[in-house]
């Protein structure tokens, strides 16, 4: 059982296109990360939210934690291809990350 | 200002032998944490570790693995008489402690076993 989904699981796109990618619980997390991870590298944090109904901007990145703690998701607006790569999600537990599949984005030029 | 060290970043092993993967955490942090990634998949917690201590090893398979972070040195994840499934990429990642916990990763320790 994934406690963690993360939707779509694909996701080919045009330069300059808008997206959004989702993950989804039916657990409540204290916190949840977003990272994008490059093939053959670590995954790299990009945000941490805490409080439910929080949003966060990162450039042209906007993430949103549910009002409940349960899902959240990253809006990206005119995407380029160097934001190609696996987004994962991660909610924090007591004592560790439960971590989603990954939404793996290809921006095309 | 470095971040987080795995080494050896590529590893190869025979089936039966052992590995050994080693994790510097970045400076000041002393709580480490070990993934498993297979590809195509997101990863899958291990263990987490504090200076001595063992905190949650709930991931970690009973047998063959064990993780330890001593108090002078790297953290190591050892895995003894390996088998083709142990092949993944192994990560992991450092926090200073505190909430909201904050985790930042190393690039990786590719065990390919043949």
Known sequence: TQLLEQSPQFLSIQEGENLTVYCNSSSVFSSLQWYRQEPGEGPVLLVTVVTGGEV????RLTFQFG???KDSSLHITAAQPGDTGLYL????RSQNFVFGP???????? | NAGVMQNPRHLVRRRGQEARLRCSPMKGHSH???YRQLPEEGLKFMVYLQKENIIDESGMPK?????????EGPSILRIQQVVRGDSAAYFCASSPGGAPVTQYFGPGTRLLVL
């Open chain 2, 63 to 71: 047998e063959r693995f064990s993780a330890e972070f001593p108090k």
């Open chain 1, 89 to 92: 999600c991660a909610g924090a």
């Open chain 1, 56 to 59: 966060k901007k990162l450039k």
């Open chain 1, 67 to 69: 009002d409940a703690r």
């Open chain 1, 102 to 109: 990954g939404t793996r984005l290809s921006v095309l030029p």
């Open chain 2, 32 to 34: 480490v944490y070990w």
